[in-house]
């Protein structure tokens, strides 16, 4: 099976800088995706990950440690639209491929 | 242009009603997935499809059917409505490789059951 762990929730100032991190445990690891949802919308893509290290795109940047079964997400110069939920999803190999979410965590972006 | 498209988008149901929501794709992907999502929750897979004629069940598939008759359309049924089935319905798409961003959500469907 699979399992997808983030914070809930989790409050930064307009400027700063974020870090959400996923823990997963699967039983076939074929890459992690990140998504940005903002309310009333369908998830829109952000990252994905399948080898080790950091990805750098603009603002955002994504980390995997498939030996650790971890990833972070990284904002970096917040603004107000950043407000939103952010899902980590993993690609199971072994389970037909399937795409696993997170229960997302909610950020709130403080002026 | 039209991706991947939902239709209804809205709709209310009585305990008890059925009704059938339509995803439809016009990029020939493989792989089709329906997903639910409740306040505070992340997006649960309900049943998913790696190819035309194919049905699998995903996380909570309780309460739901589908079907993939044809590869561009995917179709989750509700047989018989309850209240707990009141969530966003999110269809999404993609070709059996995936690199990137190669995973297509639909607008999502909002469906009260009273």
């Known amino acids: 099976g699979q399992n997808i762990d983030q914070p809930t929730e989790m409050t930064a100032t307009e400027g700063a800088i974020v870090q959400i991190n996923c823990t997963y445990q699967?039983?076939?690891?074929?890459?992690l995706f990140w998504y940005q949802q903002h309310a009333g919308e369908a998830p829109t893509f952000l990252s994905y990950?399948?080898?080790?290290g950091l990805e750098e795109k603009g603002r955002f940047s994504s980390f995997l440690s498939r030996s650790k079964g971890y990833s972070y997400l990284l904002l970096k110069e917040l603004q107000m639209k950043d407000s939103a939920s952010y899902l980590c999803?993993?690609?199971?190999?072994?389970?037909?491929?399937?795409?696993?979410f997170g229960k997302g965590t909610r950020l709130h972006i403080l002026p | 242009n039209a991706g991947v498209t939902q239709t209804p988008k809205f709709r209310v149901l009585k305990t008890g009603q059925s009704m059938t929501l339509l995803c439809a794709q016009d990029?020939?992907?493989?792989?089709m997935y329906w997903y639910r999502q409740d306040p505070g929750m992340g997006l649960r897979l309900i049943h998913y499809s790696v190819g035309e004629g194919t049905t699998a069940k995903g996380e909570v598939p309780d309460g739901y059917n589908v079907s993939r008759l044809k590869k561009q359309n995917f179709l989750l049924g509700l047989e018989s409505a309850a209240p707990s089935q009141t969530s966003v319905y999110f269809c999404?798409?993609?070709?059996?490789?995936?690199?990137?961003?190669?995973?297509?959500f639909g607008e999502g469907s909002w469906l009260t059951v009273v």
């Open positions: 999404a798409s993609r070709p059996r490789f995936i690199s990137g961003n190669t995973i297509y």
């Open positions: 999803a993993v690609r199971d190999a072994l389970g037909d491929d399937k795409i696993i």
């Open positions: 699967t039983s076939g690891f074929n890459g």
């Open positions: 990029m020939n992907h493989e792989y």
């Open positions: 990950n399948v080898l080790d």
